[in-house]
């Protein structure tokens, strides 16, 4: 994790984006939407570049943005998203409907439940996790079977603010959040079938390369 003033450089060094992908990032911060911070996309952005996947499969679209910054770095990309709140869903649609975008297929649902009608579009060549931070390690389980061999899983929020490092966090629903990721964060990184590295950029990104 950076300090403030090397972060506020660093950004300033971002090109500007797309005016959808920025009205999106507006109504992201005025409704407070939770959306990928602008560091730790940019670092996903490349690794899928770098990686060129064909497929890949989102979990936790919200309102569409981190969907349509994938879809258009990788524009002959299919892309599944799942997202389970409906006022999210609608407004994500929306979204895609304004980028003009037919590769990206949403699914509504719970990421849990929903994996029959995902399997239908498996295999694919990278999954982003970034949804409830206290399921993460059910959703690699559950999802780890429809990721192909050399693919990348990627999960975001791992780093959660910083406090996987605190010695004290008072508020126990907060504790009890970030000893789940502490765990899952133990268990990625010891995983028998991946590589992973955890990436200190945004709010932490693991990168987890299939064996």
């Known amino acids: 994790m950076l300090n403030e003033e090397l972060q506020a450089y660093l950004d300033e060094l971002i090109p500007e984006r797309p005016e959808l992908i920025m009205e999106i ?3 992201a911060a005025l409704y407070h939407v939770p959306i990928m911070e602008n560091s730790g996309m940019e670092v996903l952005l490349q690794l899928l570049r770098i990686h060129r996947p064909d497929s890949i499969l989102e979990i936790g679209a919200a309102i569409g943005y981190s969907a349509l910054r994938m879809s258009l770095a990788l524009p002959s990309a299919k892309i599944v998203t799942v997202e389970r709140d409906e006022e999210r869903v609608a407004i994500a649609l929306e979204n895609f409907k304004k980028a ?3 590769m990206i297929t949403l699914v509504k649902g719970d990421a849990l439940q929903v994996d029959v ?4 579009h498996a295999p694919f060549d990278a999954i982003f996790i970034d949804a409830a931070k206290g399921q993460y390690r059910r959703f690699f389980e559950l999802y780890s079977a ?3 061999a050399g693919g990348l899983m990627i999960t975001d929020n791992v780093l959660f603010k910083g406090l996987v490092s605190a010695e004290q966090i008072d508020h126990k629903r907060t504790r009890s959040l970030v000893n789940k990721i502490k765990d899952f964060n133990s268990w990625l990184v010891n995983h028998p079938d991946y590589d992973t590295v955890i990436l200190p950029v945004g709010d932490g990104i693991a990168v987890s390369k299939k064996r």
Request: hydrophobic share 30%; glycine share 8%; aromatic share 16%.
């Open 25 to 27: 990032e507006r109504y």
């Open 100 to 102: 003009g975008n037919s």
């Open 117 to 120: 009608e995902v399997a239908s």
């Open 146 to 148: 429809f990721l192909k």
